[in-house]
């Protein structure tokens, strides 16, 4: 097809100011007092799980806080991660959102890990992260953390392409109320109520959040056909957090959360996925116990559970309307009578999560921290897996990590996490990092690291197939033979990262080289005999009939590139955020089986990655922030070459005040400029613009 390219102007545009304000807030950097000069320096613990500066990471980092977060005028949380250098953001249909690093996914993004508060949500299912799902509400994000790469040594396997970290507001960060209303295109609404108190040495923060949209807009697709979707989706989300403080060494807290609603899915005139609802339902809860000890130790005791049900069951049309042939024909080939076929794609899954973790200090010049972890993840699933047994995947873990002052100059990172798992067996993930401090502000690293993905449970024992009613089947859809193996990577680096005393401006400079093995790929089974496969020959354009996958460890990738993540913050009305990703990669695997189809590829993973974000303040608290990404063509895995993609994005917001409270005002414009799409054609993205209004009451 022939895509949309978008004009090249605000590149040449945008580069240039960028560079202007750089050198401009250089040169005032001298003129600022020392109250503004001065900035809290930001310590990351996601890397090692120890309280680290970023300049002392083994790994390369982007820490997005809540200035860029505003900046951005992102309403959804996955929209945030743009701005973290090789990210890629796209859409599988409406309200499917996937996430990934350097490409190489599918709607899925399975090879990220995502945490919110250390509780990991990736999905034991079927992987990944439902983002429209997560019981979370944008506005009490204070900072994420995103790990560039393998973080197995701190968070087990499927840390493996890069590790999100989701840190949210303490209660006592955000006393008081908050009423915030977003209206706009779309049909998004969205409305957030959160309370926050503090009393003698308990403290608390509840949120409640409704929100719905419409989805995306219906697309004619030139001389073929109109598709007309059925992408929206509303959800209600109840988020509690509190800390009490039983004694000054001591700090309990208790994290609890649900979500419920619906998202739809499918396209009219679509036989086999017409338009159908899925109903959601997540529940966690999440208490955890520190302890400060004494020679600045401390010790911390984790447990959650998290429970999530899905609930999608729809009939497809009559077989003889999906053929289209006659009723006597099916009952002649199949055996059944005409009928219309029920898919189920309900799940049931609950996750139950034990962590001890302790963090010491035996000897000058080092740390330590090591751990235990006991996880067992439970599934129920018999559209998916054909069986209905619960499905059970038992984890349990341990890692140390050390941090070693080499002379003064020199710092010496070693990790390593043991895992075993039903699924993945016995793996041992390590780390090595070497780091040397040119000076107070720049510190070059070298590094190596492996990591691993364990397949989920639907790759593990996927069964997916449209069924009679008496259980036999009609069509194998995805199927796996078991005995899947990890996937592995490999990955080393060589970093520069610098950060000024003051604050005022970091950065992250990375060379890297990595090789993934033993990827897992769903390539088509052309041998595979289904029971109509004279229907089939007739009907082939049919998507979800006459074809059948099956799991494996078919494909592997090298990719090797140089990524920069800046960031300028000069003065408090000023903001700068750069990222910039070039890769050249290579993904290997199979396309078809019997007879084996090779391919080598070199679109799964975009050449270039671009994101920049500005924001300058001006008198009577107004504030005007620009974004600009961009994104060079990719081979999205299961669906079509996409890109070039570029946006621009605009918010303009005022504060000011409103019957006496504090209140923010805010126009938001995303995606200015030509219409292009997304991961899969037919996603057209177009110009959105909202208006956001927040009150502290």
């Known amino acids: 097809m022939n895509h949309v390219v978008p004009p090249s102007m605000p590149t040449r545009a945008l580069l240039p100011l960028g560079v202007l304000l750089l ?11 020392e109250a503004e000069y001065f900035r809290d320096l930001p310590v990351v ?53 996937s996430v990934t690093y350097q490409g190489m996914s599918d709607e899925y993004a399975r090879r990220m890990q995502v945490l919110i508060d250390g509780r990991s949500i990736y999905l034991a299912e079927t992987g990944g992260v439902n983002w429209s799902d997560i019981p979370i509400s944008l506005a009490d994000v204070h900072h994420i953390e995103v790990i560039r790469g393998p973080n197995g040594t701190s968070f087990g396997n499927n840390a493996f392409l890069g590790t999100i970290h989701i840190f949210t507001y303490r209660p006592e960060e955000v006393l008081g109320t908050l009423v915030q209303h977003t209206y706009g295109d779309d049909g998004l609404r969205r409305t957030t109520l959160r309370h926050a108190e503090k009393i003698d040495a308990y403290q608390y923060r509840v949120t409640l959040e409704r929100q719905s949209d419409q989805g995306y807009d219906d697309y ?5 056909r109109f598709w007309q979707f059925y992408d929206a989706k509303a959800s209600t989300t109840l988020n509690y957090r509190a800390e009490y403080v039983p004694q000054t060494n001591d700090l309990l807290t208790v994290q609890l959360g649900a979500r419920s609603g619906y998202q739809q899915e499918g396209y009219y005139g679509n036989l086999t996925e017409g338009p159908h609802e899925d109903e959601h339902k997540r529940y966690f809860a999440h208490v955890r116990w520190a302890r400060k000890l004494l020679g600045g130790n401390d010790l911390e005791v984790s447990l959650y559970h998290i429970d999530a049900d899905y609930s999608t069951v729809y009939q497809t049309a009559l077989l003889s309307q999906i053929f289209n042939t006659t009723p006597a024909n099916i009952l002649a080939l199949t055996g059944h009578n005409d009928q219309a076929i029920n898919l189920d794609r309900s799940l049931h899954t609950e996750r139950y999560d034990l962590e001890l973790q302790h963090r010491f200090n ?10 235990l972890e006991a996880r ?10 054909g069986t209905t047994d619960v499905l059970t995947n038992n984890f349990s873990r341990a890692f140390l990590h050390s941090e070693w002052r080499l002379g003064a100059e020199s710092l010496l990172n070693l990790g390593a996490m043991y895992e075993r798992s039903d699924l993945g067996g ?16 720049h510190t070059v690293r070298i ?40 996937e592995t990577i490999s990955r080393t680096e060589i970093g520069l990262a610098g950060q000024a005393q003051s604050g005022l401006w970091r950065y992250d400079l990375s060379l890297f080289r990595s090789t993934l093995r033993d990827l897992i790929s769903t390539p088509t089974d052309l041998a595979y005999v289904e029971p109509y496969s004279y229907l089939c020959a007739i009907n082939g354009q049919l998507h979800n009939f006459c074809r059948s996958t099956v799991v494996g460890n078919d494909a592997s990738a090298e990719a090797e590139g140089i990524e920069l993540q800046a960031y300028l913050h000069p003065k408090p009305e000023q903001l700068f955020s750069l990222g910039i990703s070039r890769v050249r ?11 084996t189809d090779l391919y080598d590829n070199e679109l799964t993973t975009p050449e270039t990655t671009l994101s920049m974000l500005m924001e300058q303040g001006f008198g009577a608290g107004y504030r005007l922030s620009i974004g600009y990404y961009m994104m060079s063509n990719m081979l999205f895995m299961g669906g079509d070459e996409t890109g070039p993609i570029s946006r621009i994005d605009l918010r303009l917001a005022k504060r000011t005040r409103l019957f006496g409270k504090a209140a923010t005002l805010e126009l938001i414009s995303r995606h200015i400029g030509a219409d292009d799409f997304d991961y899969i054609y037919r996603i057209e993205q177009k110009n959105r613009t909202y208006l956001r209004l927040g009150m502290n009451l």
């Open 362 to 371: 035996p000897c000058s010049g080092c740390r330590f921290v090591w751990g």
């Open 220 to 224: 004619y697709e030139p001389g073929n």
């Open 376 to 385: 067992m993840d439970r599934v129920d699933g018999y559209g998916y897996t």
């Open 447 to 486: 590094g190596w690291t492996r990591a691993y993905r364990a397949p989920v449970m639907i790759e593990e024992y996927a069964d997916y197939a449209a069924r009679y009613p008496d259980g036999s089947v009609l069509d194998q859809i995805w199927w796996s033979p078991g005995e899947i193996d990890p």
């Open 23 to 33: 050198f401009h807030t250089a040169s005032q950097a001298q003129t600022l007092d």
């Open 426 to 441: 016995d793996l041992v993930s390590p780390r090595i990092g070497l780091l040397h401090n040119l000076n107070r502000e």
């Open 45 to 97: 613990i996601t890397a090692t799980r120890l309280p680290q500066k970023p300049t002392e990471l083994p790994a390369a980092i982007t820490l997005i806080d809540r200035e860029m977060i505003d900046a951005s005028g992102a309403t959804e949380i996955p929209d945030v991660l743009r701005l973290a250098a090789g990210f890629q953001v796209g859409h599988f249909w409406g309200n499917l959102t």
């Open 585 to 595: 990669a290579v993904d290997h695997g199979i396309r078809n089986l019997n007879p």
